[in-house]
């Protein structure tokens, strides 16, 4: 195992001096992406309709933060975090992934610092069926993985494992299948005395696929298919399963744990099937701190992009913080590059928030002064903390007006200034689509 190759960015004072920074081993990483989760669900974020004991203990223990953006939907969402690239600069068709890019993901990036790396849930960068190595050319050793528009992904799941369709997954739940893959996994890993990135790319809480001949099983001994707070609670015991095996295994003191959804919380869900492609379908709400919220996923309101962002490391993350640093989908593959004392050697947008994970010396690197997320009909923002600037020219005081209804008009003073600014992020980031 490679030792001195990260650095832990804090250092405390004792008796009037500065203690040199610790030198600790590079830490397993094991980062959890949720599916149509956004904040709002979640009780460490003020969710109030559900119940997510672990999720909310990972948080407790750990750092929360407030200000992370993913793209409105899945799929541009999971290219920028395996590239760190925007989207629009792939061009990137709906669930494909561009073979050039396949040297350049983060998997690729761990795996040549030393790391043992692995998937497990959903993938969607390709039919499966069509490219069963994907997986191993963009850097996983191993995979298990649901056919995306092939077959379930919860009961009796249709799952790829290193390249191969199970053929024993009748009767079972495939989000305990993924958990139980990464938890051996893990094992083999500490076994062979390596570090280990493991992304749990949880199926959960993304109702069932409506575009396949045969419909999907439903719930075991129910006449439909889980509903959302149910596929939100399922969510969380899932999470409580793979902490469990973490600790299990002795790894805890040693490993980071990531929690982030991939977009905003789902609008509406599939419950029954009716005919042809006819659902009966819930409409989606979450309460937070006392107010009704509706689903945003596929819209660029906070709603839709604003998702959380868990980080828990024991002993070397503050317990009980909370962060305000800009994060957006391109800030993860240099973050766990910098983790796990990987080198990039392709340009990149993103920027790495570790210093932000251990205290004041974030203060002392760049950090993100806009978050920029797009959707794929074109429409773009960049935005801050409070105000947002879309490529259409309009901007919005989201502090106040969350819901985007009336875009400011008359502009004086400091106000000029942070227009200006945001306006110039785009001509920074060179987006094609300004109006």
């Known amino acids: 195992m490679k030792f001195v190759l990260f650095l832990f960015l804090t250092c405390s004072v004792l008796l009037g001096a500065k203690v040199e920074p610790k030198i600790v081993l590079q830490p397993n990483i094991v980062l959890i992406m949720a599916d149509d989760v956004g904040c709002e669900p979640i009780g460490a974020y003020g969710g109030e309709r559900w119940k997510t004991p672990h999720l909310d203990a990972l948080a407790k223990g750990g750092m929360r933060f407030d200000y992370c953006f993913s793209m409105p939907v899945c799929h541009p969402?999971?290219?920028?975090?395996?590239?760190?690239?925007?989207?629009?600069?792939?061009k990137s068709g709906w669930g494909t992934f561009p073979k050039i890019e396949e040297k350049n993901t983060v998997a690729q990036v761990l795996k040549k610092a030393g790391y043992a790396t692995a998937i497990a849930?959903?993938?969607?960068?390709?039919?499966?069926?069509?490219?069963?190595?994907?997986?191993?050319?963009?850097?996983?050793d191993q995979w298990s993985v649901f056919g995306w528009h092939e077959g379930a992904r919860f009961h009796e799941?249709?799952?790829?494992?290193?390249?191969?369709?199970?053929?024993?997954?009748?009767?079972?739940?495939?989000?305990?299948?993924?958990?139980d893959f990464l938890g051996e996994f893990m094992a083999n890993s500490k076994k062979a005395k390596k570090p280990f990135f493991a992304h749990y790319s949880m199926a959960l809480a993304h109702d069932v696929t409506d575009d396949i001949p045969k419909q999907v099983p439903y719930v075991p001994g129910k006449d439909r298919w889980m509903n959302y707070g149910e596929m939100i609670e399922s969510m969380d015991d899932m999470i409580g399963k793979l902490v469990a095996k973490i600790d299990?295994?002795?790894?805890?003191?040693?490993?980071?744990?990531?929690?982030?959804?991939?977009?905003?919380?789902?609008?509406?869900?599939?419950?029954?099937?009716?005919?042809?492609?006819?659902?009966?379908?819930e409409e989606v709400y979450s309460i937070r701190n006392g107010k009704r919220i509706p689903g945003g996923k596929g819209t660029l309101?906070?709603?839709?992009?604003?998702?959380?962002?868990?980080?828990?490391?024991?002993?070397?993350?503050?317990v009980g913080s909370s962060n305000d640093v800009l994060v957006d989908f391109s800030d993860w593959l240099p973050t766990l590059a910098e983790l796990g004392a990987g080198k990039v050697g392709h340009k990149i947008d993103g920027i790495s928030f570790a210093p932000a994970l251990f205290?004041?010396?974030?203060?002392?690197?760049?950090?993100?002064?806009?978050?920029?997320?797009?959707s794929r009909s074109g429409k773009a923002w960049v935005r801050t903390q409070r105000y947002k600037l879309y490529n259409n020219g309009q901007l919005y005081d989201v502090q106040k007006d969350?819901?985007?209804?009336?875009?400011?008009?008359?502009?004086?003073?400091?106000?000029?200034?942070?227009?200006?600014?945001?306006?110039?992020?785009?001509?920074?980031i060179k987006y094609p689509n300004i109006k």
Request: aromatic share 10%; charged share 30%.
């Open 157 to 179: 799941p249709y799952i790829y494992q290193d390249g191969r369709l199970r053929t024993d997954t009748k009767g079972k739940y495939g989000p305990e299948l993924y958990v």
């Open 77 to 90: 969402t999971r290219i920028c975090l395996m590239t760190g690239k925007y989207p629009f600069r792939m």
């Open 402 to 428: 969350a819901m985007e209804k009336k875009p400011i008009k008359n502009m004086t003073g400091s106000l000029i200034k942070e227009r200006e600014a945001l306006q110039s992020a785009f001509t920074q």
């Open 121 to 140: 849930g959903k993938w969607q960068l390709c039919l499966m069926k069509k490219d069963k190595e994907q997986p191993a050319r963009m850097g996983f």
């Open 248 to 281: 299990q295994l002795g790894l805890r003191k040693n490993t980071i744990i990531l929690f982030t959804g991939d977009n905003g919380t789902a609008k509406r869900s599939k419950l029954r099937h009716i005919k042809g492609r006819q659902y009966e379908r």
């Open 359 to 374: 205290g004041p010396s974030a203060e002392k690197r760049k950090v993100r002064s806009f978050a920029f997320s797009e």
């Open 301 to 318: 309101l906070d709603i839709g992009t604003n998702v959380p962002l868990i980080a828990n490391w024991p002993d070397r993350i503050k």
